[in-house]
């Protein structure tokens, strides 16, 4: 009975771990963000009610407020994070699913056997990889020359 129950445990294991990353773990980052945002409006809000309490002018309750707020960033400093994402993801994906699939081209070469599992890492892993680190790369590309076409038409006007 007991190798029964270590069997069917066993089997249980990798579905734990699928179910905490694709099930848990989103939720946990949702919570985290809501959170971080109550506290952001309460704090705000218990800074208004002491200057209300001291009676604070409006003018001055407003200059409280804008120190308060973080400055927005501008569309385009919004732009250049976003391209540095994109460049920096796009390379470690295409470096690791270059790497995969030679790794896996090699070891198939060693063996001489083309065996599952190398078909399996080779299209569901590398290839993805490289795809999206492709596109991603692509997607730098495209959104360069739009910043550089919207710097062009800026010194125009």
């Known amino acids: 009975m007991n190798e ?81 994402n994109y460049l920096m993801f796009g390379v470690a994906l295409t470096i690791i699913g270059a790497a995969i699939m030679l790794t896996m081209l090699i070891k198939a070469i060693n063996d001489g056997v083309i065996e599952r599992y190398f078909i399996s890492n080779f299209c569901f892993t590398g290839v993805p990889c490289l795809a999206f680190g492709i596109g991603m790369l692509m997607a730098y590309r495209s959104m360069k020359k739009t910043l550089a076409a919207d710097k062009e038409e800026a010194k125009a006007n």
């Open 4 to 84: 029964t129950v270590i069997a069917v445990f066993g089997e249980m294991i990798p579905l734990a771990i699928g179910l905490g990353t694709a099930v848990v773990l989103p939720i946990t980052v949702v919570w985290l963000v809501m959170k971080k945002k109550k506290n952001d409006t309460n704090r705000r809000a218990e800074v208004m009610l002491a200057a209300i309490e001291k009676n604070t002018s409006v003018g001055n309750m407003e200059e409280l407020l804008k120190q308060m707020t973080p400055p927005q960033p501008t569309v385009r400093e919004k732009r250049q994070k976003k391209m540095h």
